[in-house]
């Protein structure tokens, strides 16, 4: 190789997949050893400003900081739990509850549902109920014409 290597080969030496005519070349040539040294301390201090900064940002947290802390009773929740109590008791005291009882149905009610239940119960749609006559007379044909054909095989 008598040019230097292109930006392609030094990526791939940075990547450690260089081939081996590219090694042969970057051993002998000290330009582009110059060039792969630049590029490889530019991506270190990179890498290490980018893990202070991350470091800055999440700080590291001890076990300690994790650990469950128990709870102490403080005066005000006692009294909040109090308040609370006396108001849903008078609440209860105000506004007893009433016993519900069951509600008839409307003859209107009874009508409609013995309309929706003669509806489901249908075995055919409406609009398909004049071709129930039609597959019915045809069915009724080939069962009359089934028997007549049995009778005939008996002996």
């Known amino acids: 190789m008598s040019e230097h290597l292109s930006s392609r080969q030094i990526d791939e030496c940075l990547l450690g997949e260089s081939s081996p005519e590219t090694r042969h070349h970057l051993r002998k040539c ?3 050893q110059a060039e792969l040294a630049r590029l490889q301390d530019r991506l270190a201090s990179f890498r290490h400003t980018i893990r202070a900064w991350s470091d800055q940002q999440l700080p590291v947290h001890t076990r300690s900081d994790w ?6 009773s403080k005066p005000f929740s006692k009294l909040s739990l109090a308040i609370v109590a006396v108001a849903c008791l008078v609440l209860a005291l105000l506004f007893p509850r009433q016993k519900s009882q069951p509600i008839a149905p409307s003859p209107a009610d009874a009508a409609l549902l013995s309309e929706i239940d003669a509806e489901v119960s249908r075995t ?3 609009p398909m109920e004049p071709l129930t006559e039609f597959v019915l007379s045809d069915s009724s044909t080939q069962h009359a014409a089934g028997q007549s054909a049995r009778k005939e095989a008996r002996p």
């Open 67 to 72: 650990e469950v802390k128990p709870m102490r």
């Open 30 to 32: 000290s330009a582009c």
């Open 124 to 126: 055919v749609p409406g």
